[in-house]
């Protein structure tokens, strides 16, 4: 993951992210803020994928509401009721030129994930981050973290070659 200031986000930097595969940390005054994910063909059909029980089950049912039009609830209705039925997380539409730090800590304040658009087209996904989140992380994790640490510095103290996330995970 690259991190790069929440100033130099931009839809060119998305585009070469995606690119790149890479996730990007954006940073606001040095300090971790937001995750954006980059969307792409790819990742959304790697989440349908993922997902197709779910998506043909949400089908069905939202053919049986459209027949029964009493319970027909429309998707803006749907995306704006962040306690629907589903257990959707409430997503928030952004454009590009809209993003800064005053955003993004309103939006991790209400647990709002962002969709970043671009010229009009979901250009990829930005994930608040808190260091509320952050720590919870962390206290969940200390002894994985803690094992890791000592296991690297077992290795560095080997004087074995490094192995690299890239040497061991396929593309």
């Known amino acids: 993951m690259r991190t790069v200031s929440i ?4 839809g060119a930097l998305i585009s070469e992210a995606a690119e790149r595969q890479e996730t990007l940390g954006i940073t606001n005054n040095n300090v971790l803020a937001g995750v954006l994910v980059p969307v792409t063909s790819r990742w959304v059909k790697h989440l349908v994928e993922g997902n197709v029980s779910r998506i043909l089950h949400s089908i069905e049912r939202g053919e049986k509401e459209i027949a029964d ?27 590009i030129r809209q993003i800064s730090g005053k955003l993004l800590s309103e939006a991790a304040e209400r647990g709002e994930t962002l969709g970043i658009t ?3 087209v979901l250009a990829g996904v930005l994930v608040p981050v808190t260091p ?5 992380l962390i206290e969940n994790n200390i002894s994985r973290i803690l094992h ?8 560095i103290a080997s004087g074995a070659p490094a ?4 040497d061991i995970v396929p593309e």
Do not use: C, M, Q
């Open 7 to 10: 100033r130099e986000v931009s």
């Open 69 to 95: 039009a009493e319970s027909y609830v429309s998707l803006d209705k749907a995306l704006s009721d962040e306690k629907n039925a589903s257990g959707a997380f409430p997503i928030r539409r952004v454009s």
């Open 118 to 120: 671009t010229d009009n």
């Open 132 to 136: 509320r989140w952050i720590d919870h």
């Open 148 to 155: 890791s640490i000592a296991r690297g510095e077992n290795e």
């Open 163 to 166: 192995i690299k996330l890239e």
